[in-house]
Every structure is written in structure tokens, then in C-alpha cells.
């Protein structure tokens, strides 16, 4: 007689309608999967983690607020149990790296077709780690081609996080690195929190003297 085993426990957070609703009927038309909640913002899906306690989140990269990336390391932090696959459009090496540094253990472009959804989806449900064909040849492609180098220090933060944080270590103001990176003074506002946030600091003075430990700052 053949087990009968708990269905995967699953949570959307895109913030497209549509794509959460097709999702939804096609998760709810397959034995075996469980759409427990839905969350359009990297907020609320933090939130609906915490209510829901899902196996799986289905998870978008570019969200209003909050994004994918943030929300993943942030979830996974608190509950590193529950399995993250990022669902996106892009398939470019920083999105790709960015994702399995936040701690996703799967990584599927949206245009994936249903086997190979329903394939991460188990493979992560089960502790495991997928990243659909796209993906993996980009890998390869890019381990292939680039020598081994050691890795670059706070992996947790983006690459944009990582260039902030050299510019405040070599004593920049926030007007000053939105001026040298033309992005908005509430842009980098926001990139400042994060950066503090994912360093578990509490104020710039602390963060200088984490970059400096590291070797950030020297150029600016």
C-alpha cells in the first residue's frame, strides 16, 4: 500500500496578480502541493512566513519595497528550515549569485515549464538544491571561466551593497556616494539600512570599522 505523505506546504510571493493566480491553479491541480498563502511585497512575505510556516517560498526578485533577494535572507535567517526558490525573468550571474548568497537552494526562470517547476520545487521541499537547466549552464559557464579567486568579504551583501559600504568606509556621506553613483539620496538611504541590517550594526561608526577590518575602503 502506498504512503500517504503531507503535501508540500507552499508560499507565492510575486507581485504580479495574474502569475499568482496561474501559479495557484497550476500548484492546486498537481497531487502532492498545497498553496497555503500568496504575498506580493518582500514584506508581507516575510510576514506570511511567519503566519504560515510553508515548506516552500516561490519567490520573485523584483518586488515594490522590499525585494526577493532581501526577503530570501531575511527569511532564511530567522528560518533556515524553509526552502526558497526564486522565480524571475532574468538570468543574469549577478541576479544567479545574488539569490544562492541570500540562501535560495533553487533558482527557475518563469518561462520554466511545469516539470521542471514541479522538479525544484521537491528537490528544495526535500533539503536539496536545483537550479533549472538555464541556470546551471550559466554556472558552469561561469566557474568554467573564471579562475578560482577567493570569495569577496560580507558574501551576504549585493554587489551595489558591497560598493556603498567601500565608499562610507573610505568617509563618504550618503549625498556624496548618490552623486558619485548617480542614484537618489533615498536610493542609497535604503542601501545603507540594508547594508547595517545584514552586518547587525548599529550605526555607521560600527560599519566603518567591520568595512576596514575587511580591507574595504583603501579606494574610493
Not at 118 to 124: D, E, G, S, T, Y
Not at 160 to 170: G, K
Not at 176 to 198: C, E, M, Q, W, Y
Request: no cysteine.
Amino acid at each position: 500500500m502506498a504512503e500517504n505523505f503531507p503535501p508540500i506546504r507552499i508560499l507565492i510571493a510575486d507581485d504580479h496578480t495574474l502569475f499568482r493566480d496561474g501559479l495557484r491553479a497550476l500548484l492546486g491541480s498537481i497531487a502532492g502541493t498545497l498553496v497555503v498563502g500568496e504575498a506580493a511585497t518582500g514584506e508581507d512575505a516575510i510576514a506570511q512566513v511567519t503566519a504560515l510556516a510553508p515548506d516552500v517560498v516561490l519567490m520573485d526578485i523584483q518586488m515594490p519595497g522590499m525585494n526577493g533577494i532581501e526577503a530570501t535572507w531575511r527569511i532564511r535567517q530567522a528560518n533556515p528550515a524553509i526552502g526558497i526558490v526564486v522565480l524571475t525573468m532574468f538570468e543574469d550571474d549577478d541576479s544567479v549569485f545574488a539569490a544562492m548568497r541570500a540562501g535560495a537552494r533553487g533558482y527557475i526562470l518563469k518561462g520554466a515549464d511545469q516539470a521542471e517547476m514541479l522538479r525544484a520545487i521537491r528537490a528544495v521541499a526535500n533539503g536539496e538544491a536545483l537550479f533549472g537547466p538555464a541556470i546551471a549552464d550559466r554556472l558552469l559557464a561561469f566557474f568554467s571561466a573564471k579562475p578560482s579567486t577567493p570569495p569577496p568579504p560580507f558574501p551576504d551583501l549585493t554587489n551595489r551593497e558591497r560598493e556603498i559600504l567601500n565608499l562610507i568606509a573610505a568617509g563618504h556621506g550618503n549625498a556624496d556616494i548618490a552623486g558619485r553613483l548617480f542614484l537618489s539620496p533615498k536610493t542609497i538611504r535604503n542601501h545603507v539600512s540594508s547594508i547595517f541590517s545584514k552586518l547587525q550594526v548599529a550605526d555607521r561608526a560600527q560599519a566603518i570599522v567591520r568595512a576596514r577590518e575587511a580591507g574595504l575602503g583603501t579606494r574610493a
